[in-house]
């Protein structure tokens, strides 16, 4: 087994060969630009690019002139929240959204909030999950959009997406999904869901950085979009700007796979995840998983280790890559504004760890992660007092502490 052990395939995951062998002819002899229609070179490019819109639609149920190529999921979000918020603004000015929405969701609303729209913040249950009667409540005449992740970048855990659809195209609204962690690791389907915009990105599912997809119902009903990005009006109009050919080839690749081969994978990945959080929990005590596992990705595990700091136990475990509750964005140590919102302390919120696991984990690693999860937290808890007084059976939430020399 190599170190370091990487466990974060919800940040980003490795590059399938098959898909970076697909993509290597474009940087080369079949160069052209996608919008050169008066020569060979340029009907190759377009030829490519046609064939992955084609991948990308079948993966999610959609028809290929429904997805539009963007630069990732980041500006796959902006182009639905902001398009659809400009293109309908005469309707209504008003949209429902998530506390633990993706950052790229958040500040888009946030955006349009200083803007003159109303936005209202849906809160989850412990489980991190919505409350669709809550969502029901808040929808008025002047609503417009339903912007909700379909599974969450941290906890894994996946939102009733069905329903919200339905609840959505019932009354009327347009429904946005940020489905980047969800697509090509569970069976997504728009038209079954009542999608009308999803957002995708490349480098979650084993493609290439710096490329995504959006896609956008043509009917029932037929979704119109304000451009954000003028030019040669490519993409149908709502995405100007030369096709990255290459890495579009990468990402119809990558859903490629995704459609052949994602049930087998699921249930590998269900079988590794698992196998950590059993023997995590028969070697530790105190821990906690975050949400619920009965509707959860199945290569994900968010758990929080009580009286132990997730920096901490990050840099203790130096040779395995997985993410820290209290490090969302990498400047801030702010505890994850995800689990607060689902009602976890400060305290646990700090101590909460992201295992994201992928098409190229092995049992071997996830036998060596729990090992030297185990051992950093046992050495961390010895350095601890907070647990030594929890184990003797004080109730540290009652506990009155006083000043030294009192």
């Known amino acids: ?148 992740m379909y599974a969450n970048n941290e906890t894994g855990v996946l939102h009733p997406v069905s329903e919200i659809g339905r609840i959505a195209h019932e009354r009327g609204v347009l429904f946005h999904c940020d489905a980047v962690q969800a697509v090509g690791r569970v069976p997504v389907n728009v038209i079954d869901e009542n999608i009308d915009l999803l957002s995708i990105s490349a480098h979650k599912i084993y493609g290439p950085k710096g490329v995504g997809a959006l896609y956008v119902r043509r009917r029932n009903p037929r979704v119109q979009l304000t451009a954000q990005m003028d030019g040669g009006g490519h993409e149908r109009g709502m995405r100007s700007g030369t096709l990255n050919v290459p890495g579009i080839v990468g990402l119809g690749e990558a859903c490629g796979i995704c459609q052949r081969e994602m049930a087998e994978e699921t249930i590998r990945l269900k079988g590794l995840r698992d196998r950590l959080k059993a023997r995590l929990e028969a070697s530790l005590d105190e821990v906690y998983v975050n949400g619920t596992m009965e509707h959860r990705l199945p290569n994900n595990l968010s758990m929080s280790f009580a009286y132990v700091e997730g920096e901490s136990l990050l840099m203790g475990i130096n040779d395995v890559a997985v993410s820290s509750g209290s490090a969302c964005t990498s400047a801030t140590l702010e505890p994850s504004y995800v689990l607060k919102a689902m009602g976890a302390g400060d305290d646990l919120a700090h101590s909460s760890i992201r295992f994201g696991l992928g098409r190229f984990t092995t049992e071997e690693e996830v036998d060596y992660v729990a090992g030297r999860v185990t051992e950093v937290v046992r050495k961390l808890r010895e350095l601890s007092p907070l647990y030594e007084m929890a184990r003797e059976g004080v109730n540290l939430k009652n506990y009155q502490w006083t000043a030294e020399g009192q």
């Open 1 to 148: 087994m190599k170190l370091a052990v990487y466990m974060d395939n919800h940040a980003t995951t490795q590059v399938d060969p098959r898909v970076l062998d697909a993509m290597l002819p474009y940087f080369r002899e079949e160069f052209g630009n996608a919008a050169s229609r008066n020569h060979v070179f340029g009907w190759k490019a377009e030829e490519a690019v046609e064939k992955s819109r084609k991948q990308v639609a079948a993966l999610i149920g959609a028809q290929p002139k429904e997805i539009i190529f963007t630069s990732g999921a980041t500006e796959s979000d902006n182009l639905a929240i902001k398009g659809v918020a400009e293109m309908y603004s005469e309707r209504g000015k008003h949209i429902i959204t998530c506390l633990t929405e993706h950052k790229a969701v958040l500040d888009c609303c946030k955006k349009l909030e200083k803007q003159g729209y109303r936005v209202t913040w849906l809160p989850v249950e412990p489980s991190g999950r919505i409350d669709l009667e809550r969502l029901q409540a808040a929808i008025t005449g002047e609503t417009i959009l339903i912007t909700l």
